[in-house]
């Protein structure tokens, strides 16, 4: 009787921390960067070259800072507060910079920062979700990519309306919408260096950019040739006179694709691979004085939370350097909030259901029904994939989700039917 009391006990202590992980899990944020210290995903070059611009992690909370590029130290400009604050582009005076400031639902609004010290200049309002943004050449007007924020917070093929070309006059707040395309992808916002151009990319492009003529309104194929189907972060030089972009390069031992960093002259097509990395690389940034680019480069890629490292390379590839900074440190160190947000993973699911089954078929033995546990896994099991196949029809993320769920259930079914067949010969008859 003592036996089989410890086991009941052990096993309502172990049900409890399974159901409190399963709660824990599906009632918080699924958020990888609630407790993260490290680079954001955006940088910028100062146009004399002297500052770097970057959005810093700093437990969870993200900042804007500037970098010394010269001395390597650091000031935070725009600090966190109530919003996430990423996507830092210098104002062409250097002085100055846009940012996006992001709220608890995603959306990206637009501010402008004078200058350090100042009073940031929101521009935007949180009806439209902000992607990309950039200032035109006399800095009085941001033009930027956006769609309806209540079309961005619905899922795939839910959306009403999708991405058009905006500008705001910073002085005057006055709002224009220039194309009406409801592009399901547009990216890559660049500008020419006489303000007249805008430029971008998206999935209907194919091998091609389109020009947009901001006085005309008329658009056309910028024609690069060799640009792969799908490119990431398509940056243009200062002068126009390069290309640089971020493409697949195979995959890696693991399977993984790779993205590394190619330059191209506009007028030749010539390409050239900048960076062998290995794994992935972002926010290609021109030097304004010097022939090489500032980016972000991704060791850990593809895990969550990223983690960023600031490099140079030559405009001629091959001397892949880091960018020394005396970038913040976290304060709080690993508080108790993050230690539970650690512990709730799939691994602590796995360990906590198969210890509670395992420890129910120990005392299932004893009642000479050491399957019914293995039984019960197996019934959870093909409830779930019965309801994978609903859900098909209404929600096929869902779909897909429950139906990785019942692939887990179903292996951790058969471990439990091969332990609870071990344990019956071991033990013997039951107690």
């Keep these: 009787m003592k036996k089989r009391s410890a086991l009941l006990i052990l096993i309502g202590i172990v049900a409890l921390l399974f159901i409190g992980t399963v709660s824990y899990g599906i009632l918080t944020p699924n958020n990888a960067y609630q407790h993260h210290t490290g680079l954001g995903e955006s940088i910028d070059i100062s146009p004399d070259d002297e500052h770097l611009a970057f959005s810093y992690y700093k437990d969870g909370e993200q900042s804007i800072y500037l970098g010394n590029l010269e001395n390597g130290s650091t000031e935070e400009v725009v600090p966190s ?24 639902d995603g959306v990206n609004i637009l501010h402008y920062l004078p200058a350090p010290g100042e009073e940031p200049i929101q521009l935007t309002s949180d009806d439209m979700h902000v992607f990309e943004a950039i200032i035109s050449p006399d800095g009085n007007t941001v033009y930027y990519i956006a769609m309806p924020s209540a079309d961005f917070n619905q899922p795939p093929g839910k959306q009403d309306n999708g991405s058009d070309i905006h500008r705001v006059d910073i002085d005057s707040d006055s709002h224009e919408k220039l194309t009406d395309k409801d592009a399901y992808d547009m990216r890559g916002l660049n500008m020419s260096q006489d303000g007249e151009t805008l430029y971008y990319a998206g999935s209907d492009a194919g091998e091609v950019m389109t020009s947009y003529d901001i006085e005309t309104g008329e658009e056309a194929e910028y024609h690069v040739s060799d640009l792969p189907d799908y490119v990431s972060q398509p940056t243009l030089s200062q002068n126009g006179a390069q290309l640089a972009y971020v493409a697949q390069d195979g995959e890696n031992e693991n ?10 002259n506009t ?3 010539e390409t050239e691979q900048l960076t062998d990395y290995g794994a992935s690389v972002a926010s290609p940034a021109f030097f304004t004085h010097t022939n090489r680019l500032a980016l972000l480069a991704e060791e850990d890629w593809p895990s969550e939370p990223s983690e960023f490292e600031l490099m140079t390379v030559s405009e001629n590839g091959g001397d892949l350097t880091s960018i020394d900074l005396a970038l913040p440190q976290d304060g ?11 512990m709730v993973n799939a691994v602590t699911l796995s360990v906590l259901y198969l210890l509670m089954f395992g420890l129910s078929i120990a005392y299932m033995h004893m009642r000479s029904r050491t399957y019914l546990p293995v039984i019960i896994s197996a019934v959870v099991a093909g409830l779930t994939i019965v309801g994978a196949i609903i859900a098909v029809a209404s929600n096929p993320w869902m779909a ?24 019956r010969r071991m033990a013997g008859e039951a107690i």
């Design 81 to 104: 507060g109530t919003a996430q604050n990423s996507h830092p582009e210098f104002s062409p005076d250097g002085k100055g910079m846009i940012y996006f400031a992001s709220q608890e």
């Design 255 to 264: 399977g993984t694709f790779i993205y590394e960093l190619f330059l191209m």
């Design 267 to 269: 007028e030749s097509g």
């Design 332 to 342: 709080n160190g690993i508080g108790f909030w993050a230690f539970i947000d650690r």
């Design 400 to 423: 897909i989700g429950l139906t990785t769920l019942a692939i887990w259930l179903g292996g951790f079914t058969l471990i439990l039917w091969i332990f609870a067949f071990a344990y």
